[in-house]
């Protein structure tokens, strides 16, 4: 894998062989930065199920601050670990080796502006990570949730109170995107 733009842009990184961590696909990374252009200067960033990083060191790149990712698999934890040392971002991020969902309620107190998941496909965990981000108060004001899953079945229109706003396709994969639901008066 290799970070696409910003000040690592060129660099190259290790993932796990085979698809366990399933990479994001450089295409669908860079047309998420395209999207996200303007909101990563200084943001402060998590990745529920970080697996290589991807998602993450590229936004580090590209101008955020801080970086938080959990992974659960040990060897991909590993992976993890070596990837942030040889690009130098260990300063810039915290690794936490577990389960999201365990360790959502110490992820606080400064909430996250920029949020990624890229859980197992069609294990439901996509839905439950949007009530966890809730239930813990993870997502700053004006924040916005970024979650890769399967083009079919697709994602949740509503999960609480955030709601997606926009659904980009790429193959059999897709990136939906949400945002606190603000009541209308």
Same mark, same amino acid.
């Given at each position: 894998?290799?970070?696409?733009?910003? %000040?690592?842009?060129?660099?190259?990184?290790?993932?796990?062989?085979?698809?366990?961590?399933?990479?994001?696909?450089?295409?669908?990374?860079?047309? %998420?930065?395209?999207?996200?252009?303007?909101?990563?200067?200084?943001?402060?960033?998590?990745?529920?199920?970080?697996?290589?990083?991807? %998602?993450?060191?590229?936004?580090?790149?590209?101008?955020?601050? #801080?970086? $938080?990712?959990?992974?659960?698999?040990?060897?991909?934890?590993?992976?993890?670990?070596?990837?942030?040392?040889?690009?130098?971002?260990?300063?810039?991020?915290?690794?936490?080796?577990?389960?999201?969902? $365990?360790?959502?309620?110490?992820?606080?107190?400064?909430?996250?502006?920029?949020?990624?998941?890229?859980?197992?496909?069609?294990?439901?965990?996509?839905?439950?990570?949007?009530?966890? +981000?809730?239930? #813990?108060?993870?997502?700053?004001?004006?924040?916005? +949730? +970024?979650?890769? #899953?399967?083009?079919?079945?697709?994602?949740?229109?509503?999960?609480?109170?955030?709601?997606?706003?926009?659904?980009?396709?790429?193959?059999?994969?897709?990136?939906?995107?949400?945002?606190?639901? $603000?009541?209308?008066?």
């Amino acid at each position: 894998m290799r970070i696409i733009a910003g %000040l690592l842009g060129g660099r190259r990184f290790d993932s796990l062989p085979g698809l366990s961590t399933r990479p994001t696909s450089d295409k669908m990374r860079q047309a %998420l930065f395209n999207i996200l252009y303007g909101r990563l200067e200084g943001a402060r960033v998590l990745d529920g199920f970080a697996g290589s990083g991807g %998602l993450s060191f590229e936004a580090l790149s590209r101008g955020a601050q #801080h970086a $938080t990712m959990v992974e659960l698999e040990r060897a991909a934890f590993s992976q993890l670990l070596k990837n942030a040392q040889y690009l130098g971002v260990q300063d810039s991020v915290q690794l936490l080796q577990g389960n999201f969902f $365990t360790l959502a309620p110490r992820l606080g107190p400064t909430p996250y502006d920029l949020i990624f998941f890229d859980p197992p496909y069609q294990q439901g965990l996509l839905e439950a990570a949007l009530l966890a +981000v809730q239930q #813990h108060k993870l997502l700053a004001d004006g924040g916005i +949730v +970024v979650c890769e #899953h399967s083009a079919r079945p697709g994602a949740p229109q509503q999960a609480g109170a955030l709601a997606r706003y926009d659904t980009r396709r790429y193959g059999s994969a897709a990136l939906s995107f949400y945002r606190a639901d $603000t009541p209308k008066e």
